[in-house]
């Protein structure tokens, strides 16, 4: 007769355990994976929440289109800067401050708001950014801008609520980032989110 196998129950709970275990783990990624850049050890930088305005909209909410401060290039060759990080850059000198980035939105599409996001440590000096428009004849319109503000440390700033349709058979849009006149990594530019809203023409149910 073949040995009969007993089950042992006693290694159910220690199973269940490692799941638990499995399953703070999963959730502390989660709580890093929205940590500011670079995680500071005065703590993460003021996230946007669910009840803040570009996230009560409505219906199918807004979209976003996040560009880091990596990604922005400077107006002219007489920037100076270095790379702080978790797509955050900083000045270290020169005589262009003013870097820029297109936004690229399919046409139609309703910007609502530009958040900032930045590091700054500085009582002198903020950084600005602009929502920015060209019209292709030499002119140029800055919609809205918003400033970081002296928090010690990481920052998240809302602008002011916009109406802009994208068109861009008549006019390019940039966002225009402005880095401040401090020279070092206690004033750094991380980037901005823009929430929109897609083409109105579908968003009921084409009427």
């Given amino acids: 007769m073949k ?3 007993q089950k042992n129950n006693v290694l159910m709970p220690v199973k269940s355990m490692r799941l638990v275990a499995l399953a703070v783990a999963a959730s502390l990624a989660c709580e890093v994976a929205y940590a500011a850049p670079g995680d500071a050890p005065e703590g993460p930088p003021a996230l946007p929440s669910a009840n803040l305005p570009e996230q009560m909209l ?7 289109l996040w560009l880091p401060g990596s990604v922005f ?3 002219q060759t007489g920037a100076a800067f270095s790379y702080t990080g978790s797509g955050c850059i900083h000045a270290t000198g020169g005589t262009e401050k003013r870097f820029a980035h297109k936004v690229v939105l399919p046409t139609g599409s309703v910007v609502k708001f530009v958040r900032l996001y930045a590091y700054d440590n500085s009582a002198s000096s903020a950084i600005t950014a602009f ?3 060209y019209d292709g004849g030499g002119d140029f319109t800055e919609l809205i801008s918003v400033d970081s503000t002296n928090a010690g440390g990481y ?5 002011p609520e916009m109406n802009y349709t994208i068109n861009g058979l008549l006019e390019s849009a940039n966002i225009v980032a402005n880095l401040g006149t401090q020279n070092d990594n206690s004033l750094q530019f991380c980037g901005v989110r ?3 809203i897609s083409d109105l023409i579908f968003e009921n149910g084409f009427e």
């Avoid at 409505?58 to 979209?63: I, L, R």
């Fill in 155 to 159: 920052v998240s700033n809302l602008g």
């Fill in 131 to 133: 929502f920015t428009t």
């Fill in 3 to 5: 040995p009969r196998i």
């Fill in 58 to 64: 409505g219906g199918g909410g807004y979209q976003y």
């Fill in 194 to 196: 823009i929430a929109y």
């Fill in 73 to 75: 290039h400077p107006f």
